[in-house]
């Protein structure tokens, strides 16, 4: 059963940038569609982006010219690029993997999560 870790999670001013990381453990994640989301208290879980094993990706409006989504099957993890951060952007951001070559129903049927990592912005 594959694992997933986050990392990269910190404060940061608004403007700024983090670098979000996702490393698995107990199998690969090269045969995986991969997405991160995000829940800020009181809200609903977000589906913020999605690779595919083919490398397509998809972004969800909020994430849109602002992340980027990337894996590193060599090194079995998969990133989320943050740049031009928003206080609104502060949650706990989590990636999760699904049992799908490709990113089939998008940000639905997610079976495998990390625990997230905090990233808080302030004004």
């Known amino acids: 059963q594959v694992q997933l870790a986050e990392s990269g999670g910190g404060s940061v001013q608004a403007g700024g940038s983090l670098r979000l990381s996702c490393a698995a453990s107990g199998d690969t994640l090269s045969n995986r569609c991969m997405g991160w989301f995000r829940q800020a208290p009181g809200k609903e879980r977000e589906g913020l982006a999605l690779?595919?094993?083919?490398?397509?990706?998809g972004y969800a409006d909020s994430a849109k010219g602002r992340f980027t989504i990337s894996r590193d099957n060599a090194k079995n993890t998969v990133d989320l690029q943050m740049n031009r951060l928003k206080p609104e952007d502060t949650a706990m951001y989590f990636c999760?993997?699904?049992?799908?070559?490709?990113?089939?129903?998008?940000?639905?049927?997610?079976?495998?999560w990390g625990q997230g990592t905090q990233v808080t912005v302030s004004s």
């Open positions: 999760a993997a699904k049992w799908n070559f490709y990113c089939v129903g998008g940000f639905l049927n997610f079976g495998v």
């Open positions: 690779i595919g094993s083919d490398g397509w990706t």
